[in-house]
């Protein structure tokens, strides 16, 4: 009696703390592996690579359908998209691409797919139910960021020789604005409420918040990291909190995120991680990043409260993208 | 197609709809005013004509019958960086067009200099050095912006160089720090030098001296190549001998821009060695093997454009045409004076494939660049390497630096 009376509230403190760094929680965080061609599939609570599926040539851009019941998988070096059960790891059909497919986004309809033809100077859309390609868009040389405002008006495609945001009208499929960044735009997001797009500048390091609405300049976010060389730092994948807190920014071959103020653009720290990080997904809750690694093969796990690296975990060679599958 | 074959009533219809819709209308109407107001000071229309002057030298012997120059080196670098530009100038209301004159080695340069000036004052030159500097001191150059792609001589840096004149070719000396960088980091530091008998192989060897000097590298013997017979058959009898006096050394260093020799030194030395320099481990602009920081891609695009491989003379084209496009996107501008300006000044970068924005050096026109350490197959390294630091930027330890240059005219 004497003794249970000791333990709950201990026990009930274990439980809570367990469930809010989110290691109840039983999804799966998927990698592609660029020069594996395979997925790694990493348990969210072991944190443990527990499947690993054979994939297309040059696997890249990754992301799930709204709920996660096939998961769309740029195969850049076979000119497609792949729609993969995941379940099975099966590939249950083919989307025609356009060539050499490497990022996209999925529009908020869960029907287009929006892909930038890194080759070919293209952006396509393709509708997935009917699996034809509804337009494609003429952007600048090497598309390559995308990203879809939340509520589905604009899509932007970033070209990395051109130096430029294009604004795409979802509607028409006409490019409404083109924006300068600076040189090697690699990835580009809109904040939740859809206020501010975001840009990342590889070879230039910086990145670049715009105005939607505007589409104007509004702020420019440099990173200085002691004892890196300043062209090491090269800001290439990023995510924001859906809360408004934070940036994650991949830095590259300066093997750090940087952590940014949203809401000052202040850079708040820098995490270490492993070589040439490039992109990253949070699990569900954003109670933890996952980044992938390029050089080193592995993926950092990072608790986002503590915003401390907690563990690394091996992959396949050249990991890319990631994407988060929740449990059912 | 459709749209023009519409009918009248058709079209009428849609006009009453549209009426009927009158807030959407003008809402749309509103809009549609707007993005063109954009749209026309986007198409503000600029054209920038870009001049490419190339003289033909005369053929140079070599010994293996295999391999030629091609005939568009450089010109399809710079046909490539044309069109990149304009993929990104059509955004812009920006048009770029390559003017090209190619004059044989026995025609009148200058003539076809001042012709080629008097459409445009943005030129790209593939000559020799002596040729080089007629042109820039054309009284027609005044105030031009010329672009060296292909004399890699360290005195166009230094004493000899021009105000107008600036190069996206590397100097020798860049190149030769960069292997030296190599050696040093492998810790190969005692060297053999076999030089060419050409004047540019002398030239190259100079480098060489200079490079080993700063970075600490003892050559420890060295001699001139001076065979008359055909290596082809007897290289395997010949070169251990010619190379069996050398004292112990890490690495057999060749001087032989043409390719004419040096190939025949691979896998035929007196003790096992490995060559660099003009040959094996080569320190160059670009070669066919370089595929990080997304060259991939560039080499794709180039590849598919041209039907071979970028040469180090055409990644330097490509570079010189994309730093002006890149001049005239931010400066919105065609005038030489203020492109110049610009592309000298601290805000000018440009992306290049090699893993770091490239800019120019203030002191003598010289594009800023790592040099990839390559054979025919892969990358080996790529200089500045780490541990060569500098005070403001490490390419700067690859080439003439500010504190060095004797260049006075920037």
Known sequence: MHLLQYCRPVATAFVLSLASSGALAEGEIWVSNEKDNTISIIDEQSLDVVRTIDVGERPRGITFSQDHSVLYLCASDSDTVQVIDPESGEVLNELPSGEDPEQFILHPDDRHLYIANEDDAITTVVDVESRKVVAQIDVGVEPEGMAVSPDGKIVITTSESSNMAHWIDTETHEIIANTLVDQRPRHASFTADGSELWVSSEIGGTVTVFDVESQSEKAKIGFEIKGVRPDRIQPVGFELTSDGKYAFVALGPANHIAVVDQQTYEVLDYILVGRRVWHMTFNGDESLLFTTNGVSGDVTVIDVAKLEPTKTIKVGRFPWGAAYRPSR | ?410
Not at chain 2, 2 to 7: F, L, N, Q, T, Y
Not at chain 2, 79 to 90: F, I, P, R, S, Y
């Open chain 2, 1 to 410: 197609m459709p749209g023009s074959s519409k009918s009248e009533p058709e079209s009428l219809k849609h006009v009453v709809s549209l009426l009927r819709r009158w807030p959407t209308t003008i809402a749309c109407f509103g809009l549609a005013l707007l993005l063109a107001s954009d749209q026309s000071a986007a198409s503000a229309d600029l054209e920038v004509t870009i001049g490419y002057l190339e003289r033909v030298q005369p053929p140079v012997p070599v010994l293996s019958n295999l391999e030629t120059t091609p005939a568009d080196q450089g010109l399809a670098g710079a046909e490539l960086g044309v069109a990149d530009n304009n993929k990104t100038g059509k955004f812009l209301g920006q048009t770029f067009m390559l003017k090209k004159r190619v004059v044989d080695h026995d025609e009148d340069l200058l003539g076809a200099a001042r012709e080629l000036l008097g459409r445009t004052k943005l030129l790209l030159l593939d000559m020799t050095s002596e040729d080089l500097l007629a042109v820039a001191d054309l009284p027609e150059a005044k105030g031009a912006l010329l672009i060296n792609i292909s004399e890699g001589d360290v005195s166009l840096r230094d004493k000899s160089c021009r105000k107008n004149l600036l190069h996206t070719i590397p100097s020798r000396a860049m190149l030769a720090d960069a292997l030296s960088q190599f050696a040093v980091q492998k810790k190969w530091t005692r060297w053999a030098l076999v030089e060419g008998p050409e004047p540019e192989d002398k030239a190259f060897a100079e480098a060489l001296d200079k490079s080993t000097e700063k970075f600490d590298i003892d050559i420890r013997g060295r001699k001139v190549w001076g065979f008359g017979a055909d290596m082809r058959r007897n290289a395997a009898q010949e070169v251990p001998l010619f190379v069996q006096s050398f004292p112990e050394h890490d690495l057999l260093v060749v001087t032989d821009e043409r390719g004419d020799f040096g190939r025949y030194l691979l896998y035929n030395g007196w003790i096992p060695r490995p060559v660099a320099g003009s040959e094996g481990l080569r320190p160059d602009a670009w070669s066919g093997a370089v595929e990080q920081h997304g060259a991939a891609q560039l080499q794709r695009r180039f590849k598919s454009a041209s039907g071979r491989s970028m040469r180090a003379i055409d990644y330097a084209a490509w570079a010189a045409v994309r730093a002006i496009g890149e001049a005239v996107t931010q400066t919105k501008s065609n005038d030489p004076v203020a492109l110049r300006a610009y592309i000298l000044s601290d805000d000018f970068e440009l992306a290049g494939y090699k893993g770091r924005k490239l800019s120019f050096r203030p002191w003598n026109g010289q594009l800023r660049q790592p040099i990839p350490l390559t054979h025919p197959r892969a990358v080996v390294a790529q200089a500045p390497l780490e541990g060569f630091l500098h005070q403001l930027n490490e390419m700067d330890t690859l080439g003439i630096d500010r504190a060095e240059s004797r260049c006075t005219s920037f």
